[in-house]
């Protein structure tokens, strides 16, 4: 809704009177007109002329029907399905497509909202979806409902998506949708941000991982060295995708480093390599695998599907009956260690990759809570044990 004001000022030559137009979301003004007149009924004339058609002009925005005056018409009418078939095959969006974002995005073509026009889709049909969508679906014969994090990743790649239609594919779009429907799911619920996680594996829970997965090792068909890819994904921090695309030619054998290509970073996703220390048995790992494949022959030094490492490791995780605990959870464990073992946190930061130090801090924080509260209960009760000598 727009506000009107008008505004009496006195000049040299006389009074005037400037007429202001507003239109504010959020407290923000996003929109605006104004003009001055020698009389208040001029004034007053033109800005309700104005206020309508700031309000018009919203709600074209709002449905994606508006063009700026020098914009030419030339934006293609697609339905989300559509647009989300181009994004996830046009080499421009596809390079950048992770594997959780390539599954949500192709899981959504499933869905009702596939079918919407999209410069039409608006805050209502997204809120529709959520509500659908934590309702659940029956897959082999299991009902599975998921979790409002879940959802969550179903609004944030299908906006990634609307937000590069009309710069890249040329498709009319509706942007405001997203920033409309996102206070209102937050309020019923409908999505929420994943929890931090700060799960480690217990010693028994690792010791027992280990004697499971050397089992699934001495299989005849086995050909995964399960427990070495454990061992190492603890002393180097790295994740299965990054572990099973190490190259023999990226070792540094002089100074015990190793290069990661294409680490995994939000901000940056191509030609991100970190030259990481190898620390503690993670080299002597490494030789080893020279045991199992010639060098020369096989560049890559765990040349496994990281599917594969996931799947048995999961299997086994659920034979044994471990509950919450997740492959990623090492990267956690991994950091954990080398802060036990004093090295400081930019240094940390080099092993794990982190750019974002809040994350490790929170780890420095969790074992400074710890030490402080073994160290205080351990001087309490040496003060108990002074006194009982006292007594005596």
């Known amino acids: 809704m727009a506000t009107v004001s008008i505004e009496k000022r006195k000049l040299k030559d006389g009074v005037s009177y400037r007429a202001r137009v507003r239109i504010t979301k959020f407290g923000k003004v996003i929109d605006k007109a104004e003009k001055t007149f020698k009389n208040r009924e001029t004034a007053a004339a033109w800005a309700k002329k104005a206020a309508k058609k700031l309000e018009e002009k919203q709600v074209e925005i ?3 029907t508006y063009f700026a005056p020098n914009e030419k018409k030339e934006y293609r009418e697609v339905t989300v399905g559509e647009l989300i078939k181009e994004y996830i095959t046009n080499p421009l969006t596809s390079k950048d497509l992770g594997r959780t974002k390539g599954f949500v995005l192709e899981s959504l073509l499933n869905h ?6 999209v410069s039409h889709l608006t805050h209502d049909d997204l809120i529709s979806h959520c509500k659908i969508r ?3 679906q029956e897959i082999n ?13 179903d609004v944030t790649y299908l ?8 710069s890249i594919f040329k498709v009319n779009a509706n942007l405001s949708y997203h920033e409309e429907a996102i206070p209102l799911l937050v309020k019923l619920g409908l999505i929420g941000r994943s929890k931090k996680r700060n799960r480690r594996p217990t ?28 061992q190492f994904s603890i ?28 680490r995994k970073d939000p901000r940056r996703k191509e030609d991100n390599n970190w030259e990481v220390p190898l620390l503690a048995d993670a080299y002597p790992i490494l030789m080893k695998q020279k045991e199992r494949l010639d060098p020369e022959k096989q560049n890559l030094i765990f040349p496994y599907n990281p599917r594969s490492i996931t799947a048995g490791w999961q299997r086994v995780r659920a034979k044994l009956g471990i509950e919450d605990l997740r492959y990623h959870d090492l990267r956690r464990e991994a950091a954990s260690r080398l802060a036990e073992q004093g090295y400081d946190i930019r240094t940390v930061a080099k092993v794990t990759g982190h750019k974002n130090l809040n ?5 420095y924080t969790a074992l400074e809570i710890k030490t402080l509260s073994k160290n205080e209960y351990e001087k309490h009760q040496l003060k108990k044990e002074a006194e009982l000598q006292e007594g005596l």
């Open 62 to 64: 709002a449905n994606g």
């Open 359 to 363: 994350i490790l801090y929170d780890i």
């Open 141 to 153: 014969n299991k009902m599975v409902i998921p979790s409002p994090q879940t959802v969550y990743h």
């Open 203 to 230: 010693r028994e829970e690792l010791r027992l991982l280990e004697e499971g997965l050397e089992k699934r090792e001495s299989h005849r068909s086995a050909k995964i060295p399960f427990c070495d890819i454990l």
């Open 235 to 262: 002393f180097t921090a790295m994740r299965v995708g990054e572990i099973t695309k190490l190259k023999w030619s990226d070792v540094d054998h002089e100074h015990k480093t190793i290069i990661v290509r294409d």
């Open 134 to 136: 934590l309702q659940g």
């Open 159 to 166: 906006h990634s998506v609307v937000k590069v239609a009309k």
């Open 112 to 117: 009702d909202i596939a079918n919407k026009i």
